[in-house]
């Protein structure tokens, strides 16, 4: 079945260490979007990319960084200078704009907690 | 994008329609209502999205005022299982490139089904 793989589901973090998320998908997506989500708030974008080789900042981009190298993977670095790195990590991918409904499908996610 | 309005959380009983509204009041003619839900701890689900007209899918109903300031989403017969935070967003042209990219997730409904 198509969809989106993070990994890993749960990983601890000392402070000042930085740490790589992992996102996956096999939906011949374009399109791929990080965002963070904190306890009872939305969904806020960390950053996207709309092709191979290209992306840009989201919203609260400042202390992560990704890469696009292959189309499909879209890997997260939560670096040192993220001050409040604990956050639960959503992964999100659409298709190309001409074939329909521009809708995101979701990875499960990864909860990152510092310690 | 338009700004959505939601209450902060909503019970119904198991077996009978779930009814969430959203406030969209400032949506301007392009703009679509897409909805989304979030089972506790799980990435955000696509449900189903409207431009104007009425829309039914196997998961849920929508229904847009002749107005579009408003709508509602129905889950005709909830189960336990629609407990989640549901997410109702507005947004131009779902066709466009990189448009998902503009998808602003609030904080959403929280529906509880109750037994």
């Known amino acids: 079945d198509g969809g989106i793989t993070q990994s890993p589901k749960y990983l601890f973090r000392k402070e000042g260490q930085n740490v790589t998320l992992s996102c996956e998908q096999n939906?011949?997506?374009?399109?791929m979007y990080w965002y963070r989500q904190d306890p009872g708030q939305g969904l806020r974008l960390i950053y996207y990319?709309?092709?191979?080789?290209?992306?840009q900042k989201g919203d609260i981009a400042e202390g992560y960084s990704v890469s696009r190298e292959k189309k499909e993977s879209f890997p997260l670095t939560v670096t040192s200078a993220q001050k409040n790195p604990t956050a639960f990590y959503l992964c999100?991918?659409?298709?190309?704009?001409?074939?329909?409904?521009?809708?995101?499908?979701f990875g499960a996610g990864s909860r990152l907690t510092v310690l | 994008d338009a700004k959505t309005t939601q209450p902060t959380s909503m019970d119904c009983a198991e077996g009978r329609a779930a009814n969430l509204p959203c406030n969209h009041s400032?949506?301007?003619?392009?703009?679509?209502v897409y909805w989304y839900r979030q089972i506790h701890s799980q990435g955000p689900q696509y449900i189903i999205h409207?431009?104007?007209n009425n829309e039914t899918n196997e998961m849920a109903s929508l229904i847009i005022t002749e107005d579009r300031k408003s709508s509602t989403l129905i889950l005709p017969h909830a189960t336990l299982r629609d407990t989640a935070v549901y997410y109702c967003?507005?947004?131009?042209?779902?066709?466009?490139?990189?448009?998902?990219?503009?998808?602003?997730f609030g904080s959403g409904t929280q529906l509880t089904v109750l037994p």
């Open positions: 999100a991918s659409s298709p190309p704009p001409n074939s329909g409904a521009n809708v995101l499908t």
């Open positions: 939906l011949n997506h374009d399109a």
């Open positions: 990319s709309q092709i191979v080789n290209d992306f």
């Open positions: 400032t949506i301007s003619g392009n703009e679509y």
């Open positions: 409207g431009l104007k």
């Open positions: 967003i507005v947004r131009a042209n779902p066709y466009s490139s990189g448009s998902a990219r503009q998808l602003t």
